[in-house]
């Protein structure tokens, strides 16, 4: 399903939600995302915040960053090469500790941090993730998806987004994809664990889903991407023109199919260097809880 909205003057968007035409069009080369001061007011100020928000010293975070001339391009390579070799997925103590928090019995650290330094150890092997720096996470993701101008305002008057992302930067060791993973994605795979708890409360749940099928269905793709077309163009989801903004509502589309390839838009030049990792992560610590309950029922 798509739907078009179009204010002269105002407002040109396309919203997507229908999981095949969300992958044709993420193939369409029109569909970029140089994010550049085109179309109608609200799209120009879309796509400013966009470039403010998710940029350290003027460089895009991957997820954002245009299409280029190489796709994907050589550091995007090389970090899906470098996670599809972990084995297992990360270490064995935060797999532990991850698998005590779907089977409700880690309560000793909050899952956002927990997350956050498993993820932010994939690049910086002694990344240490608190409360402070899972909430300065929120804000930048908050920061990116705001309309509201009026908290984008006051935002960019206190300079708290550029405290938290520097804050991040930091930690990351300025390094662009850690960045972006650690305060944005990360807040995927808290849904996803959140899920996977909710899931193992039902009785008999680990017996009895397979780990591939539980990961499927606990994993959270993000709500949404956007595009912004860089040519009109017209296709049987709709027409666009130049500045055009292409909303991938991506979440919605997971959840109608729990299609991997949505979550990841892995047919895509702009696919997540993630896509295999994440699913084996959620697998084995599904496996892990699953094996601590079997274990605990043979004890008791």
Request: aromatic share 6%; glycine share 4%; net charge positive.
């Amino acid at each position: 399903m798509s739907r078009t909205f179009r204010i002269p003057g105002t407002l040109d968007l396309l919203i997507v939600d229908e999981p095949g035409t969300i992958l044709a069009m993420s193939r369409d080369q029109r569909l970029d995302r140089d994010f550049t001061s085109k179309g109608p007011l609200f799209n120009r100020i879309a796509a400013r915040r966009i470039r403010r928000v998710l940029a350290l010293d003027g460089e895009p975070f991957p997820a954002v960053a245009p299409h280029g001339p190489d796709r994907p391009s050589p550091a995007q390579n090389a970090l899906e090469e470098r996670l599809d070799k972990l084995q297992p997925p990360c270490p064995g103590a935060q797999l532990q500790t991850l698998a005590d928090y779907v089977l409700g019995q880690s309560e000793e650290r909050p899952l956002g941090p927990l997350v956050q330094e498993v993820l932010g150890r994939l690049f910086v092997p002694d990344y240490a993730a608190n409360a402070e720096s899972f909430e300065d996470a929120r804000l930048l993701d908050a920061a990116a998806r705001s309309n509201n101008p009026l908290r984008q305002a006051l935002w960019r008057m206190t300079g708290r987004i550029e405290l938290a992302r520097q804050r991040l930067a930091e930690r990351a060791e300025n390094d662009l994809a850690a960045l972006h993973t650690t305060a944005i994605a990360v807040h995927n795979l808290v849904r996803a664990f959140e899920r996977m708890r909710a899931l193992a409360q039902h009785p008999g749940a680990l017996r009895r889903i397979p780990s591939a099928e539980a990961a499927s269905r606990c994993l959270a793709a993000p709500n949404s991407i956007v595009r912004q077309a860089t040519a009109a163009g017209s296709m049987e989801e709709g027409s666009f023109r130049p500045g055009t903004l292409v909303l991938f509502r991506l979440e919605r589309a997971r959840d109608r199919s729990l299609r991997h390839d949505v979550a990841f838009m892995t047919t895509s030049w702009s696919r997540c260097p993630a896509h295999a990792w994440v699913p084996r992560l959620l697998s084995a610590v599904w496996e892990s809880a699953a094996l601590d309950q079997e274990r605990e029922r043979q004890a008791s």
